[in-house]
């Protein structure tokens, strides 16, 4: 099943479901009012990258990490989750955080610089974005070991890019969590640029294989088809939850837009490789699977609509009445019971906006 680098595809491009000996059998109960359902959460995570990515152009957000073209592989793995596993992010899980039912408007308040993180980690059993690339996946192993010492059943999931790859911090997570057992699922969304650099350039081999290095067990699957992210997520955590340790899964996926909002990818990606990809979009494909099964009309169509209306206006809505923190807020909640030197910092910082009263600065 963990073996080879068979790419593992449920529903084809066209919208056509597919049988498939060893992963089908884990989404035996997603039945067409399913499907419908996470036609809408696709459409959604979609709605809530471009109000996104608006908002920063307007000035209302530092900067912002779009996810277009990867909301199969999150919605699909996110979907495939129980309560009490825990999920550590990178910076671009907009569509897992949605999943975790993440207020959209806590998601903003980030990149708006108006918090240090932007929800409670424990309430969603989810962290908030991670701006050092690959340091999450040691932070998921070592909680997951710490789940398995005090015998709990849940597991972990990190996500993290192709380019993330090269770091040390995920080859140091890959080998302990093969030495140690460790009940997590190491999730790739390998879009094929990691910045301006495609993939190729990362590794000579495909990613899976990588991990495969490492004594990971590791599968690579469509990471435009919903339904086989969800197969092979469901594997993987029967897998960390019946004790066979960690897997490695290579979502094989294409980031539409820019790294982030700073980025302009016509500098070094070719318009053609754009129109290749985009005729694999995910969104279009689970359509056309209700299309085919003519579950889906009008009515449907015009209440997906609306639900993505209502989320991205509420999403505008909150960036803009956000409440900015005051400065002296900085020093909260830095350690759980006061510390001096936080006393001493604090009182230095007040003496200094102190100092600008009765001035024009």
């Not at 989750?81 to 975790?100: I, N, P």
């Not at 240090?116 to 070592?142: C, K």
């Not at 890959?174 to 997590?184: K, Q, Y």
């Amino acid at each position: 099943m963990f073996d080879n680098d068979e790419l593992v595809q449920l529903v084809t491009e066209s919208g056509q479901r597919l049988n498939h000996p060893e992963f089908s059998g884990y989404i035996d109960d997603i039945g067409i009012d399913a499907v419908r359902a996470l036609y809408e959460d696709l459409v959604v995570v979609r709605r809530i990258d471009s109000e996104a990515t608006a908002l920063q152009r307007q000035g209302e957000l530092g900067l912002w990490a779009p996810l277009l073209g990867q909301e199969a592989a999150q919605v699909g793995s996110a979907r495939a989750l129980h309560s009490e596993d825990f999920v550590f992010a990178s910076y671009r899980e907009h569509g897992v955080a949605y999943c975790r039912n993440v207020d959209p408007t806590h998601m903003l308040r980030f990149w708006r610089g108006s918090t240090h993180s932007g929800w409670n980690p424990y309430e969603y059993r989810m962290t908030t974005p991670a701006i050092i690339v690959g340091a999450q996946a040691l932070h998921a192993t070592g909680y997951a070991m710490g789940m398995q010492f005090d015998g709990t059943d849940g597991a972990t999931i990190t996500y993290f890019g192709d380019g993330a790859t090269s770091q040390g911090d995920i080859s140091e997570a890959f080998g302990f969590a093969a030495s140690f057992n460790a009940p997590v699922v190491f999730f790739c969304q390998n879009n094929q640029w990691a910045i301006s650099e495609p993939v190729s350039v990362q590794s000579r081999v495909s990613i899976a294989t990588r991990g495969r290095g490492f004594g990971v067990p590791s599968v690579r699957v469509d990471g435009n088809d919903v339904l086989a992210v969800i197969a092979v997520t469901r594997a993987a955590l029967a897998r960390a939850r019946e004790g066979s340790g960690p897997t490695l899964i290579e979502a094989v996926t294409y980031r539409m837009g820019p790294h982030t909002t700073s980025d302009d990818p016509t500098r070094y990606r070719s318009a053609a490789l754009d129109e290749e990809w985009r005729l694999k979009d995910p969104l279009d494909r689970i359509r056309a699977l209700l299309e085919s099964a003519d579950a889906i009309d009008d009515s449907y169509l015009a209440a997906v609509q609306q639900k993505s209306d209502d989320t991205a206006a509420a999403l505008r809505r909150g960036c803009l009445e956000t409440v900015e923190p005051k400065p002296m807020s900085l020093f909260d909640n830095v350690y759980a019971e006061s510390h001096s030197l936080i006393d001493d910092e604090r009182r230095q910082f007040a003496e200094y906006l102190d100092s600008f009263e009765g001035t024009d600065a």
